[in-house]
């Protein structure tokens, strides 16, 4: 699959990726689920690499959510140690290339050994700028927007900000993604038709595009189909088909 990449307005500038069906891979090959984390981690690997080749500067990865917590013990505690050997293992890579490491979510919440190696790999990348990898970690769209919409009420309550003066961009800079773009394309995996409370603010007018694809099989291959889907849609953000044309000739 190829697609034509000298043309940057036919790349999204931020992708995010539900990752789903790590679980189903491995039972359909009679192996433990941890498995199909593992594998998992394979797939990540493979589409950080071709964003990054492909220019794509921003790249977001639902990683672990709140509600996630609420799995087996023992399978929390093998994502945990999952992460902690991610990000050991990709930390060279991750600084060789330029990329910063981002983390949307409650964090804190995290296993003190996965946040001693997170919070050492978001410092030693902080200054790059040639790709951002976000990981959502303990996250929750509705918990991120209620998070913020209590910084606001504090700001509110000092004075900082007026009740009347709120807008759309004073709640976005209270969320975590504060000075990221919003996702330009979602891709999720597995078949499953839900965004399972991914970035609710900021995937307004995200294009979506699901893949019966289980996780750990999506590679290279997967993603440059995506994008040259993605390339195929045309994006109207709520004008006619004629207003958001782009225009043509010259002045």
């Known amino acids: 699959m190829e697609i034509d990449v000298t043309d940057a307005a036919e790349l999204p500038r931020h992708v995010a990726i539900i990752m789903d069906g790590n679980g189903r891979w491995a039972r359909q090959r009679g192996l433990p689920r941890v498995e199909g984390h593992r594998m998992g ?20 990865l639902y990683a672990f959510s709140v509600e996630n917590w609420g799995r087996p013990e023992n399978e929390v505690s093998t994502l945990m140690a999952l ?10 890579d991750l600084v060789r290339h330029r990329i910063r490491l981002n983390v949307i979510g409650e ?24 790709m951002t990898l ?5 996250y929750a769209g509705r918990n991120e927007i209620l998070r913020a919409a209590r910084k606001l009420a504090e700001d509110a309550a000092r004075g900082r900000v007026a009740p009347g ?33 991914f970035l609710l603010w900021q995937t307004a007018y995200s294009e979506f595009l699901f893949t019966d694809v289980l996780w750990p099989d999506f590679g290279k291959t997967e993603f440059l189909q995506a994008l040259d889907e993605y390339s195929r849609r045309h994006r109207r953000f709520g004008l006619t088909e004629e207003q958001a044309e782009p225009p043509s000739g010259g002045l």
Not at 44 to 60: H, M, N
Not at 107 to 119: G, I, N, Q, T
Not at 173 to 197: C, F, Q, W, Y
């Open 134 to 138: 976000t990981l959502a970690l303990s």
């Open 41 to 60: 981690i394979r797939a990540v690997r493979a589409v950080v690499e071709c964003a990054r080749e492909l220019g794509i500067p921003f790249l977001t």
């Open 83 to 92: 992460l902690r050997e991610f990000l050991l293992k990709e930390l060279p």
């Open 107 to 130: 964090a804190e919440k995290l296993p003190s050994y996965v946040r001693e190696v997170l919070d050492r790999t978001l410092a030693l990348t902080a200054g790059h700028t040639d």
């Open 165 to 197: 003066e709120i807008t759309e961009n004073e709640i976005a800079a209270r969320l975590d993604t504060a000075g990221m773009p919003d996702p330009d394309l979602v891709i999720r995996t597995s078949g499953e038709l839900r965004v399972s409370n």
